[in-house]
């Protein structure tokens, strides 16, 4: 009678130990989705403050393209880039580039290209720039992000892209022109980089390149 009922409170016990790990499981299977879903909605509202969705009717996150550190955009490891197509015809293309002179260390940008070459839109990632002074880069400080959208590299010439104080067309900061120097040269660069590589980044399968 006893080894029977030790029997018993075995079996109760290992099913109660498979249910509350069942649960376990899914509870960690289901915040896992709400995680991933919550990252791809924020990633997707970042990519559309620069280029629209209303421009673009291809799935962006799935549409994507490794890149490659290159001498033009300083990257570190291989980085994502982003297309945006129209019926399937390219519309613009979205990837990091750093600016590694800027006064406090490396700014990480974002930059969206049309396919005709001309700037969508730049946002700053990540930098340790000067409060007060040099985060005048981020667009909830400043609007002076904005003033690249529409630029090319016809639009200002190579002369142009430069600060004003170095003969450019885009304004400085007062008492910081080292941060909005270096990204003046990122966002130029990655025009650069566009304008060389522009085939291989609409390129509709995903590939890694230099």
């Known amino acids: 009678m006893m080894s029977q009922a030790i029997r018993s409170s075995a079996i109760t016990l290992g099913v109660f130990a498979l249910i509350t790990?069942?649960?376990?499981?899914?509870?960690?299977?289901?915040?896992?989705?709400?995680?991933?879903?919550?990252?791809?909605?924020?990633?997707?509202?970042?990519?559309?403050a620069l280029v629209p969705s209303?421009?673009?009717?291809?799935?962006?996150?799935?549409?994507?393209?490794?890149?490659?550190?290159?001498?033009?955009?300083?990257?570190?490891?291989?980085?994502?880039?982003?297309?945006?197509?129209?019926?399937?015809?390219?519309?613009?293309?979205?990837?990091?580039?750093?600016?590694?002179?800027?006064?406090?260390?490396?700014?990480?940008?974002?930059?969206?290209?049309?396919?005709?070459?001309?700037?969508?839109?730049?946002?700053?990632?990540?930098?340790?720039?000067?409060?007060?002074?040099?985060?005048?880069?981020?667009?909830?400080k400043s609007s002076w992000l904005l003033s690249f959208n529409q630029k090319s590299l016809l639009s200002p010439t190579d002369d142009g892209w430069h600060v004003k104080k170095d003969n450019g067309v885009f304004d400085q900061f007062t008492g910081a022109t080292i941060t909005p120097r270096a990204v003046v040269k990122a966002i130029h660069n990655a025009l650069l980089y566009y304008q060389a590589h522009q085939q291989a980044l609409f390129a509709p399968q995903i590939a890694a390149y230099e």
């Open 21 to 48: 790990t069942g649960m376990v499981a899914g509870f960690h299977a289901l915040t896992d989705q709400r995680i991933l879903q919550s990252q791809q909605q924020s990633l997707t509202e970042s990519l559309n």
């Open 54 to 140: 209303s421009q673009y009717n291809n799935d962006l996150l799935h549409d994507t393209l490794s890149i490659q550190e290159n001498d033009l955009l300083h990257l570190s490891e291989p980085e994502i880039a982003y297309r945006a197509r129209k019926n399937g015809l390219p519309v613009a293309v979205i990837f990091p580039v750093i600016a590694p002179d800027g006064y406090s260390g490396k700014i990480r940008l974002l930059v969206a290209i049309y396919a005709n070459g001309e700037l969508a839109g730049v946002r700053v990632l990540a930098h340790k720039e000067t409060p007060g002074l040099g985060d005048a880069i981020e667009i909830e």
